[in-house]
């Protein structure tokens, strides 16, 4: 008869663990002396920049919790129970994961071709319990290696002209990411001599994109971490000086770095590009994964939209074409082109169309408020909500629930066990 093989201990080199990036983190413990690993590796700095929840009940609590609520970047369970009710509880668990939640599982079985068998199926790691800080530390850091995988993603937001209300939207999209959807965001205010994210969210951080961008030698995400101001819990701003004294010529090259750092620390990085055409912002478009164009229904904005979607074919020819944005529709006293026409003359669907609304508008930027904030059920309260979540990918989530990428097989399992 053949003894089960255990799972050798793996090598922890705990001093060159990096800081795991601004991801949410929930762990459900099922034994006490878990839960205090958990707690205690939540406090290590390299956890500092996370988000983390700790929860007891093991797997059926976690099944429980997220029949309601969508499951963290990192999803890390205990179970105590043997082999095979086990893995019924991962089962279940499965119905409710989402595919792109990385799931380590703590288990009391130690049994390599059990951690195997998970391991092959998607799961993100196994661990034997009793588990170490340590342990835990070097595993979730596995699964977010900055260079084996690019964690995040880069939304780019344009005007076709100036006073369009890309900022604006730029910076709501950005707050609805963080606050409503909970998802780590840095915004990015590349427009150093006009930058408006100071004002809407009435902060005036000492430092910031500036700062990066004249310190080129020194840029790690240790040194772009102090520059962030932190808004809200999940939100910080890379602010500009927002002055025309300390405008400088920005380096392509070394906001590729900063992007750099920004995608690989953060879940989402929103960048506000000034309306001025320089040659540095193709470098900003190359990093982009979703570009917005915002527009106005006018003459003038048509024509512009028209040429940025030409000089985007051009430089992105294999990217889906950008969303586009039509803001400040029904202004009056003016004409304007039907969202219709304008859609077909550019050959772009409109994502999100949002009113005139002066009243809105003027008294969130008079709070220091967000348009959810000051009228939630306003028009354009709904339309920038609507971005936002086409951004983040929420109804293709939603299409997608109940095909987690570990399920097939541990249905499988389930049947022969
Ligand atoms: N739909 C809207 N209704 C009323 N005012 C708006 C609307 N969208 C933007 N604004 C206002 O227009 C001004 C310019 O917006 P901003 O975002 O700075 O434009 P951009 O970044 O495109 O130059 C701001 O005062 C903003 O509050
Ligand atoms: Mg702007």
Same mark, same amino acid.
């Given at each position: 008869?053949?003894?089960?093989?255990?799972?050798?201990?793996?090598?922890?080199?705990?001093?060159?663990?990096?800081?795991?990036?601004?991801?949410?983190?929930?762990?459900?413990?099922?034994?006490?002396?878990?839960?205090?690993?958990?707690?205690?590796?939540?406090?290590?700095?390299?956890?500092?920049?996370?988000?983390?929840?700790?929860?007891?009940?093991?797997?059926?609590?976690?099944?429980?919790?997220?029949?309601?609520?969508?499951?963290?970047?990192?999803?890390?369970?205990?179970?105590?129970?043997?082999?095979?009710?086990?893995?019924?509880?991962?089962?279940?668990?499965?119905?409710?994961?989402?595919?792109?939640?990385?799931?380590?599982?703590?288990?009391?079985?130690?049994?390599?071709?059990?951690?195997? $068998?998970?391991?092959?199926?998607?799961?993100?790691?196994?661990?034997?319990?009793?588990?170490?800080?340590?342990? $835990?530390?070097?595993?979730?850091?596995?699964?977010?290696?900055?260079?084996?995988?690019?964690?995040?993603?880069?939304?780019?937001?344009?005007?076709?002209?100036?006073?369009?209300?890309?900022?604006?939207?730029?910076?709501?999209?950005?707050?609805?990411?963080?606050?409503?959807?909970?998802?780590?965001?840095?915004?990015?205010?590349?427009?150093?001599?006009?930058?408006?994210?100071?004002?809407?969210?009435?902060?005036?951080?000492?430092?910031?994109?500036?700062?990066?961008?004249?310190?080129?030698?020194?840029?790690?995400?240790?040194?772009?971490?102090?520059?962030?101001?932190?808004?809200?819990?999940?939100?910080?701003?890379?602010?500009?000086?927002?002055?025309?004294?300390?405008?400088?010529?920005?380096?392509?090259?070394?906001?590729?770095?900063?992007? &750099?750092?920004?995608?690989?620390?953060?879940?989402?990085?929103?960048? &506000?590009?000034?309306?001025?055409?320089? &040659?540095?912002?193709?470098?900003?478009?190359?990093?982009?994964?979703?570009?917005?164009?915002?527009?106005?229904?006018?003459?003038?904005?048509?024509?512009?939209?028209?040429?940025?979607? &030409?000089?985007?074919?051009?430089?992105?020819?294999?990217?889906?074409?950008?969303?586009?944005?039509?803001?400040?529709?029904?202004?009056?006293?003016?004409?304007?082109?039907?969202?219709?026409?304008?859609?077909?003359?550019?050959?772009?669907?409109?994502?999100?169309?949002?009113?005139?609304?002066?009243?809105?508008?003027?008294?969130?930027?008079?709070?220091?408020?967000?348009?959810?904030?000051?009228?939630?059920?306003?028009?354009?309260?709904?339309?920038?909500?609507?971005?936002?979540?086409?951004?983040?990918?929420?109804?293709?989530?939603?299409?997608?629930?109940?095909?987690?990428?570990?399920?097939?097989?541990?249905?499988?399992?389930?049947?022969?066990?």
């Amino acid at each position: 008869m053949n003894t089960p093989q255990t799972i050798p201990a793996a090598a922890t080199t705990e001093e060159s663990l990096p800081p795991l990036p601004r991801i949410n983190v929930h762990a459900f413990c099922d034994t006490p002396e878990t839960l205090q690993v958990m707690q205690t590796a939540a406090a290590d700095r390299r956890m500092s920049r996370t988000f983390t929840e700790i929860f007891s009940g093991g797997i059926p609590a976690a099944v429980q919790y997220y029949a309601q609520t969508p499951t963290p970047h990192l999803l890390v369970v205990e179970s105590a129970k043997p082999r095979e009710a086990m893995l019924n509880e991962l089962a279940a668990l499965a119905q409710v994961c989402s595919p792109e939640t990385r799931v380590v599982v703590i288990g009391h079985i130690n049994d390599i071709s059990f951690y195997r $068998l998970l391991m092959s199926q998607g799961v993100g790691d196994y661990l034997a319990a009793p588990v170490s800080v340590p342990q $835990l530390l070097a595993s979730f850091s596995a699964l977010f290696r900055p260079e084996a995988e690019q964690l995040g993603k880069v939304a780019t937001f344009m005007g076709a002209k100036g006073g369009v209300g890309a900022s604006v939207i730029a910076h709501n999209v950005a707050w609805l990411m963080s606050e409503k959807h909970e998802t780590g965001t840095v915004i990015a205010d590349l427009d150093l001599a006009f930058g408006t994210a100071g004002l809407d969210f009435n902060v005036d951080p000492a430092q910031g994109i500036l700062d990066a961008l004249a310190s080129r030698e020194r840029l790690d995400s240790t040194f772009l971490d102090r520059l962030l101001h932190k808004c809200s819990e999940r939100l910080m701003l890379l602010a500009s000086p927002g002055s025309v004294d300390k405008v400088i010529d920005i380096q392509s090259e070394t906001l590729e770095v900063v992007l &750099d750092i920004l995608r690989s620390t953060s879940p989402w990085t929103v960048v &506000d590009m000034p309306t001025a055409w320089g &040659d540095w912002m193709k470098a900003a478009l190359v990093q982009t994964d979703t570009l917005v164009i915002v527009s106005t229904p006018e003459l003038a904005s048509l024509r512009n939209t028209k040429s940025l979607v &030409d000089m985007l074919k051009a430089i992105r020819p294999n990217d889906e074409p950008p969303l586009l944005v039509l803001n400040q529709v029904e202004m009056g006293n003016r004409p304007e082109i039907p969202p219709a026409k304008f859609s077909s003359a550019v050959g772009l669907e409109v994502t999100a169309e949002i009113p005139f609304d002066a009243q809105t508008f003027g008294q969130a930027v008079t709070n220091g408020q967000m348009i959810a904030e000051v009228a939630p059920k306003s028009k354009a309260a709904l339309e920038l909500e609507r971005l936002a979540a086409r951004l983040l990918g929420i109804e293709e989530q939603q299409e997608k629930s109940g095909r987690s990428i570990f399920q097939p097989i541990l249905e499988k399992l389930k049947r022969k066990s």
